[in-house]
């Protein structure tokens, strides 16, 4: 029986800050936007917001590069701005938690500003330096063979000292080197300096990379490009979990929560050593493989389909794990670095939208461990369509992929175009579109006259929260009635025990589970069609007599002994 705790009953609405709402018309989103939101927020039912990164940054990588942990960029507001919202959320019962970016920085953060200055400079060590190679005829050549998340090399030469660092993403973000322990400290500080003004916890971006082998050795080589992956040697590294370990003894002075984000890291034992509660960790990661369904396993862009079978591997996988090992896990399917889980793995096609979105928002707050929303999912928010053309896509990921494709292509016809497949499909762009308010200029975003900084979905004319916000049958009206139902069943949902229907009874396209109260022994039957097809299910436990129908996203169909589930359908049934 799982022990109770706040962050094991926090549901997690992320906000991305520019793009939530834009509150003086300079057509980014912003602290004071949000703050005002609060009312709706609370209005749904979840408790806690994870704002992603809102720091100084010269914004290469919309904030996940940063040159001062202890001041927000500026046309997101102020420190005072970020108390204020602290202490209104607070006075309303909720918490918030921070991005922590701190695997890297921004090359404009003074730590490397100093670091780059000169080889014996005091923070020298605080990054990666090291010097050239030279192949045989003298060329220099980089220190390893790791390519950047982004692409290119993960090295870059600086002229001034004649040596490389080490930028696992953009050049503008070089790697902190943790094995240095004055480093730790100055980031301890950071962390504090947020802990201080009340901060519940924190969502530690790229966590598992803050470990590197310490002789950085070349990565295995598995085809003929010039630079392969080497997460082998930089994704939990030999000292990861010391430095957790000396992390969490902060974060418990404070009772604050940690999400960590696991990159690369994906197996039982792997995952578990994080998470067991006996470790002492954290409390809860984001495991990769939730947003990489439709991944190829070598490359985000490259092309698999996404079946059923792979969202129920994954989900009885974790919810067992967690209950063996004594841990915790996260519960998600968006974030601001995929596409719109209702595009990928339900349906945006109009005839499905609403039920699709609402068979996932079953999914999340059914399931045991904390779950965790992006803003916009809880009125259906989708990806852009696909009259949307390469200028509509800004991100630098998409980007950067899209011109090595062209580069290596020239441009082939038929490569471009799977190329821009996966873009509208899983581009970052898609999770970081504008919130949908109303159908007013701008979806309410930013007012009238001015231009957000990314392009409004159109289809915010008849998806938007203004149009839905009063109607019980909406999207939203069944994402408040089951973050209700989770509240009131907490024991069951949150704590209770998991145990999967066999593919036998469901059949493939069909995501079943048992949920069972360790309290009251009461229990749920959940039913996910992940299909556009009909799905006839059989179901022995629940009998008309037994069991009846908690919340469903279809009328029809639900009959002792079987269910007919329609296309994306979702039901749940509980014992009496
Ligand atoms: O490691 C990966 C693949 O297994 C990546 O998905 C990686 O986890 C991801 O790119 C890390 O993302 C986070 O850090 C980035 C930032 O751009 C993202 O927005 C953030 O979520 C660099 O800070």
Do not use: C
Not at 313 to 320: F, K, L, S, V, Y
Not at 323 to 350: F, I
Not at 521 to 527: P, Q, Y
């Amino acid at each position: 029986v799982p022990e109770k705790a706040w962050w094991k009953e926090a549901v997690v609405y992320q906000i991305y800050p520019a793009s939530f709402k834009d509150s003086n018309g300079d057509g980014l989103g912003d602290v004071p936007g949000i703050i005002s939101k609060i009312p709706y927020i609370k209005s749904l039912g979840v408790n806690t917001i994870w704002l992603s990164p809102i720091f100084a940054s010269p914004q290469n990588d919309m904030g996940y590069d940063i040159s001062d942990y202890r001041s927000i960029h500026a046309p997101y507001g102020t420190v005072e701005d970020v108390q204020v919202l602290i202490d209104q959320l607070h006075s309303n019962d909720m918490r918030l938690l921070m991005d922590l970016v701190v695997n890297h920085t921004s090359d404009e953060h003074d730590w490397f500003k100093e670091s780059r200055s000169s080889k014996d400079n005091p923070k020298r060590d605080w990054y990666f330096w090291r010097d050239p190679k030279y192949d045989s005829e003298g060329n220099r050549k980089e220190p390893n063979n790791w390519r950047s998340i982004f692409g290119g090399s993960a090295w870059h030469f600086d002229e001034q000292t004649g040596q490389y660092y080490l930028a696992l993403f953009l050049p503008s973000q070089p790697d902190l080197n943790w094995s240095n322990e004055d480093m730790r400290k100055a980031s301890y500080d950071d962390i504090r300096f947020w802990l201080d003004r009340g901060v519940d916890g924190f969502r530690i971006d790229s966590m598992n990379l803050m470990s590197k082998h310490p002789d950085l050795p070349d990565g295995k080589v598995v085809d003929d490009e010039p630079y392969q992956s080497g997460a082998e040697f930089f994704a939990s590294g030999p000292k990861m979990h010391d430095y957790i370990r000396e992390m969490r003894a902060i974060f418990d002075e404070y009772d604050a929560m940690t999400v960590g984000e696991l990159g690369f890291t994906k197996d039982e034992q792997s995952v578990s050593e994080y998470v067991a509660n006996d470790r002492h960790e954290l409390n809860m990661v984001f495991t990769g493989d939730i947003v990489d369904m439709d991944f190829d396993p070598d490359s985000k862009y490259g092309r698999d389909d996404f079946h059923p079978r792979k969202i129920r591997h994954i989900t009885n996988m974790w919810q067992r794990v967690m209950p063996k090992v004594n841990g915790w896990n996260s519960v998600y399917l968006d974030n601001h670095d995929s596409g719109r889980s209702l595009s990928r793995y339900g349906s945006d096609a109009p005839e499905h939208r609403s039920t699709a979105a609402k068979m996932l928002a079953t999914y999340l707050l059914t399931l045991s461990g904390t779950p965790f929303m992006l803003a916009g999912q809880e009125i259906g928010m989708a990806n852009l369509g696909k009259d949307y053309g390469t200028e509509a896509y800004i991100d630098v990921e998409g980007r950067n992929h899209y011109d090595a494709v062209l580069k290596t292509r020239g441009g082939d016809h038929f490569k471009m175009g799977d190329v821009m497949r996966e873009i509208q499909l899983k581009s970052r762009d898609h999770g970081r579109l504008p919130m949908q308010w109303d159908d007013s200029a701008n979806a309410g975003f930013s007012p009238e006259g001015t231009t957000p900084w990314m392009t409004v979905n159109k289809d915010y004319i008849d998806w938007n929260v203004a149009s839905q916000v009063d109607d019980p049958d909406s999207v939203l009206g069944y994402w408040r009635k089951m973050l209700a139902l989770r509240k009131e069943y907490t024991d069951l949902f949150t704590y209770g025990s998991y145990k999967p229907l066999s593919e036998l009874d469901t059949g493939e396209m069909v995501l079943g589970y048992e949920r069972e109260s360790f309290e009251t022994g009461k229990r749920a039957v959940v039913l996910l069609n992940f299909s556009d097809k009909e799905q006839k299910v059989h179901v022995e436990s629940p009998s008309r007599e037994e069991y009846e129908v908690l919340v469903s996203n279809q009328e029809n169909g639900i009959k002792a002994g079987y269910v007919t589930l329609e296309p994306y359908g979702a039901v749940t049934l509980v014992s009496k």
